[in-house]
């Protein structure tokens, strides 16, 4: 993965499978800011038919390299809202345009207040207003005037976090987090913020980190004024209403028994038992029970008096009013906060002192897991904001090009994944960190990896800062920059810029974090010099030290929250010479310039006027080319007018159905081809390039960015797919033995086998919630291979022509469908399409005559369907539960009123359940409920996780909640509906605000062979016209108990809370189980409007 080179909204998240990362708390649901959703590595497409997908988040799956990926699509209907973005992790490069100073015209007059700046600095293509105020109180401010907005938002964050805790009261800013959330003077309802935003088609969320604590919400904009108000009474008049106090204090509690389940929390415990013992750093910060026991209301009006003072804080804010009404807005809701600056942050010593470093320390992993972190202290980031050493040295000894150290370890077969960047960065300094995800030959080898990434930080250091290096950093950062689209969206978008703003100098909150200005070659040699071997931690991840731990070996101790095991010991550098090769250079190189910079940034669209980018009124893409063997479709960009352009594939072929094998071999091949383009197109990656290829029932292949160079990384990748077909089929020499080439690519084999097992392994050690998804899908989805089949199949003697066989079965016969969407002409997409179809052609590709749909279950009326799975019994650690129960409903897409009424009834049931089994009953820190869609079918899914009651008995639970809602919904007056619908109406018309988000919106229809484009308008005619008796009618069909069309499937996972305490109803348990239900089940019937001839 390479470097870290663009800042993320949260300044302290570094992520990286095995590595050690900063995580921070969310309110709502989220575990992580910035964390992976799912912790099975989205690499490998084998799992997304397994429906692991997070709660409280849509699904995406990660691209190849770090520029931008299009997610694995959701169907783009009614039942799901559209909030899927691409996902950039690394800075795209560009022009050396310059940022343009924004100043407001004389037509507006400023308010009265005092104006910081008029001059923010933005991306030439930015066309909103801003301006920076501050209050008489000491807030300061960020106003963003954007009239074409449909979705406002606005963002706090407080210069406070968990450093601030009491010594004695570990948790407490966290806490006092969620307690902010639970009733103000003003609206003392518990529940009235976030009932209010539910309500009018908003949502809203929070995070604590060590020294900041982001509160943020979004909501339609004639929304804006109401929830601004009940916002600002956060920071004005907070009760803690001490009914609330206790009742929340198990919700964090709870939060904190997920949490002690979850490898990246456990290894985060672990690194604060090394911090010196007189930092903030080293104390527990979740908070529990015990910890918290002493708080009371008084505590809490005590903390946040001291604490939550208006200079501490920054406020921004997005709404389509003038800058002047946003500023009066402000100044009558947020000048009564409290005036003052709060606390300064003084700590009594550094956060790893001198007695800290040049140690190892081993580390147990509940999952099977193996990494290597080399550790680093430098001073803090916010020292040296506009010439960034430390990105520098990111970008270097991140890199994954010819010579490089990923490169080196991936000839050796010793490496799956390589990043480098800031692993936690504090006001008093920073652990910077190089981190290595090993495969199971490289763990075996882990001391002369270590001694080989010493070796690669010796050779930066020794080569020495170039400035032409720089200079391609700058441009990269610069032009990320400047071909910024408006994504993220608005709520991401403000919490970002509050987090910029106690960083940087007012006019710089935008560019800042991608300002690369000053070359200080001295500053970058005095960071280089503080990563020697004396001054670093290395933190070994493995689950081979399991058995050492376990016999309590000496050395081995456990952390004292988590009971997380480790080991430390001196690393001894004299001793890691043996493990090198004597006498022999090693193949290392500093990294080359990047060939795949663009350079080209016109725009292809020739439309005088922008077109709209309104959902309503968005045209969708043509049909250019169609054959028995594929269709293309073509849009040139005439909305968003970015450099940028997208090619979306999908292959359909009859591999799925050919069995476990077939479709082991095929991810197998996928992984291999990414793998081995790896140090060819990482320079791509790097210049906001993304690509992948990956099968989970279909084939999918995608590439994106900027539009200049794309069609050569798509030559590369296809040219490539074919390559290594051809060398595995020629690998074979007459005499029997292999070819070099055959043996490189052996080897690759014989890693991506170990990593796809790794991964399919995990299974047990994932969180219920992930266990429930995935056996939904198995009892759902007809045909479902399980993920011990693959296991058992990658186990089988696996040769590279079984390999180059399998490739050419499944590329053998296939339906393609290609979406070039972007800065393209119709002339230069079907160039593109020539090279994929030609690419197939190689391939030896033929026509599919028609593509088989995997059917979705229809499960029976006359009693509930219970999947029971003892997940205790294979993970010891794992204490929460978890209950899933769906209620289908039917196909979706072929009666607009059924769809309309579905949208309704979970738009409201979020908040419904979230307040009475969350709030309220304190079931489990994660509750959700919310639409269900697998495949073509859809219905309602409620999902409660933790360890307070049996699943059996929190379904009791789902079920007494269920019929209160029918209450509620009938309860509801006109009026109250009618702001439903238009809360429905809005989350479906909001205009897009990046060109990925049209290209996912066209995707889904495409790749899910629906094309209906304009569905956006039929579903806004169908919730406009419907009434509250058709959804009374809805509600008793499909969700009433008695319904004549009620179909409940419920999912149980026990987790050892409730090992004890198992279904007594008649339910299913194991795999056979699921596959005689298979057998005897009704299918839902495929749409009759769903594509599957390759003549249609």
């Not at 527990?284 to 708080?295: A, H, Q, R, W, Y």
């Not at 974090?513 to 991840?541: G, Q, R």
């Not at 590329?811 to 399409?833: D, K, M, W, Y």
């Not at 409620?942 to 209160?964: C, F, S, T």
Request: aromatic share 8%; with cysteine; charged share 25%.
């Amino acid at each position: 993965m390479g470097s870290l080179l663009s800042t993320a909204t949260s300044p302290q998240t570094f992520v990286n499978p095995g590595a050690l990362v900063n995580p921070s708390f969310a309110h709502g649901g989220c575990a992580l800011r910035g964390a992976p959703a799912v912790a099975l590595n989205s690499r490998h497409a084998g799992l997304q038919e397994s429906r692991l997908i997070a709660p409280s988040s849509s699904s995406s799956s990660s691209w190849r390299g770090a520029a931008s990926g299009v997610a694995s699509l959701a169907v783009g209907t009614l039942l799901t809202a559209s909030r899927q973005s691409l996902r950039r992790n690394r800075a795209s490069r560009g022009p050396l345009t310059r940022a343009r100073a924004f100043s407001t015209t004389a037509t507006e007059a400023p308010a009265a207040g005092t104006i910081l700046s008029e001059s923010i600095k933005v991306p030439p293509t930015d066309e909103r207003k801003y301006r920076a105020v501050q209050l008489a109180n000491g807030m300061q401010v960020l106003l963003t005037s954007d009239e074409t907005c449909d979705l406002s938002a606005a963002a706090i964050t407080v210069k406070c976090g968990t450093f601030q805790d009491p010594d004695a009261v570990p948790g407490l800013a966290h806490f006092h987090e969620h307690m902010l959330f639970l009733g103000t003077e003003k609206y003392p309802k518990e529940d009235e913020y976030q009932k209010y935003l539910s309500e009018n088609g908003g949502d809203s969320n929070a995070f604590t980190t060590t020294e900041y604590t982001t509160y943020y919400f979004k909501v339609p904009s004639e929304s804006f004024q109401g929830a601004l108000d009940r916002f600002a009474q956060f920071f004005v008049c907070p009760t803690f209403t001490e009914s609330c106090v206790e009742r929340e204090m198990n919700a964090v509690d709870s939060e904190s028994t997920n949490y002690s389940s979850e490898d990246t929390w456990r290894l985060q415990q672990i690194l604060k038992a090394t911090a010196s013992k007189n930092h903030p750093f080293s104390r527990f910060d979740v908070g529990n029970l015990s910890t918290l026991k002493s708080v009371d209301r008084q505590f809490l009006k005590d903390w946040n008096r001291e604490h939550y003072q208006a200079g501490a804080m920054r406020l921004a804010l997005v709404g389509r009013e003038s800058l002047d009404e946003l500023q009066r807005q402000v100044e009558s809701l947020f000048g009564p906060v409290r005036p003052g600056d709060g606390c300064a942050f003084k700590y009594a010593s550094k956060p790893w002192t001198e007695d800290c470093l040049q140690k190892i320390v081993h580390c147990v992993p509940i999952k099977e897991a193996r990494a290597m972190s080399l550790c680093w202290t430098l001073p803090p980031t916010d020292e040296n904001l506009f010439s960034k050493p430390d990105l520098y040295i990111a970008h270097f000894l991140g890199h994954e090009g010819a010579g490089s150290l990923h490169d080196l370890l991936n000839s050796l077969g010793w490496v799956d994944q390589l990043t480098a960047g800031p692993a936690q960065s504090f006001s008093d300094g920073q652990l910077f960190g190089l981190n290595i995800s090993l495969t199971p030959a490289g763990d075996e080898n882990r001391m002369t990896v270590l001694a080989l990434a010493l070796k690669w930080v010796e050779l930066a250091r020794k080569t020495g800062p170039q400035k032409a290096m720089f200079e391609e950093l700058a441009s990269l950062q610069q032009i990320s920059f400047a071909h910024k689209e408006e994504s993220p969206i608005q709520d991401d978008f403000v919490a970002g810029a509050t987090h910029a703003m106690h960083r940087y100098p007012i006019d710089e909150v935008l560019r800042g974090v991608h300002a690369l200005d000053e070359w200080k070659p001295e500053l970058i040699s005095e960071y280089f010099e503080m990563l020697k071997p004396e001054n670093c931690i290395v933190f070994m991840t493995s689950s081979d030290f399991a058995g050492e731990a376990k016999a309590s070996a000496p050395g081995w101790q456990r952390e004292a929250w988590y009971s997380a095991p480790f080991k430390e010991q001196p690393l001894d550098v004299k001793d890691l010479e043996q493990y090198l090769p004597e006498g022999e250079e090693l193949p290392l190189l500093a990294p080359q310039p990047n060939p795949f910079v663009p350079q080209d940034f016109s725009i292809r669209c020739t439309e005088p006027t922008k077109a709209s980018k309104s959902q309503l009124k968005m045209d969708g893409p043509t049909l250019v080319r169609k054959s028995d063997l594929a269709r293309v479709w073509h849009k040139t960009d005439c909305a968003f007018h970015t450099p940028r352009l997208y090619v979306m594939g999908k292959l359909f072929t009859p591999q799925y159905e050919r069995g476990p094998r077939a479709v082991a071999l095929t991810r197998l091949f996928c992984n291999i081809v990414l793998d081995d383009l790896n140090s060819l197109t990482y320079d791509a990656t790097c210049a906001g390039l993304g690509y992948t290829v990956e099968f989970s029932d279909a084939l999918t292949f995608n590439a994106g960015g900027f539009s200049d160079k794309l069609p050569l990384l798509l030559e590369s990748f296809l040219g490539r797919l074919t390559d290594v077909v051809k060398d595995l089929e020629e690998s074979e020499l007459d005499d029997g033995s292999l070819t070099e080439r055959g043996h490189d690519l052996l080897s690759g084999l014989e890693v991506q086998r170990q990593l796809l097992m790794q991964d399919y392994k995990n299974l047990t050690r994932e969180e219920p919630w992930s266990v429930s998804n995935y056996y939904l899908g198995q009892m759902m989805v007809q045909g479902s291979w399980h993920l011990d089949e693959y296991r058992k199949a990658l186990e089988e003697p696996i040769g590279l022509k079984d390999l180059a066989q399998a490739a050419r079965e499944a590329f053998g016969q296939v339906q393609i469908e290609l979406l070039v969407h972007g800065n393209a002409t119709p002339e230069e997409s079907n160039r593109i399409a020539d090279k994929v179809i030609d690419c197939m052609k190689a391939m030896r590709a033929q026509a599919l005559p028609e593509a088989k749909q995997r059917l979705v279950a229809r499960t029976p009326c006359d009693r509930p369907l219970i999947f029971e799975y003892d997940l205790g019994a294979e993970n010891p650690e794992q204490e929460n539960s978890c209950t899933q129960n769906v209620y289908q409903v039917g196909t979706f897409g072929t009666d607009q009123v059924s769809d309309a009424c579905l949208s309704i009834v979970t738009h409201i049931a979020h908040a419904s359940a979230y307040q009475k089994l969350r709030t309220e009953e304190q079931l489990g820190y994660i509750v959700q409920a919310g639409p269900w869609v697998d495949g073509y079918v859809g219905g309602l899914t409620v999902l409660v996780q933790g360890n307070r009651l049996p699943p059996k008995e929190a379904d009791l639970r789902i079920e007494a909640w269920l019929k209160q809602f029918g209450t509620e919904i009938a309860q509801m007056t006109d009026s109250e509906f009618e702001t439903i619908v238009q809360a429905a109406v809005n989350e479906r018309t909001q205009r897009l605000s990046s060109l990925s988000q049209e290209t996912l919106k066209h995707w889904g229809e495409i790749a899910t062979r629906r094309y209906l484009f304009d569905r956006t308008a039929l579903v806004v005619e169908a919730l406009r016209a419907l009434k509250k008796e058709d959804v009374l009618q809805f509600f008793e069909r499909y969700f009433s108990e008695g319904g004549s069309e009620r179909r409940k499937v419920s999912v149980r996972v026990l987790g050892t809370s409730a090992s004890d305490q198992p279904t007594t109803e008649a339910c299913l348990h194991t795999l056979e189980d699921l596959r005689s239900y298979q057998a005897t089940s009704d299918w839902w019937e495929l749409p009759a409007d769903v594509a599957v001839s390759s003549q249609t």
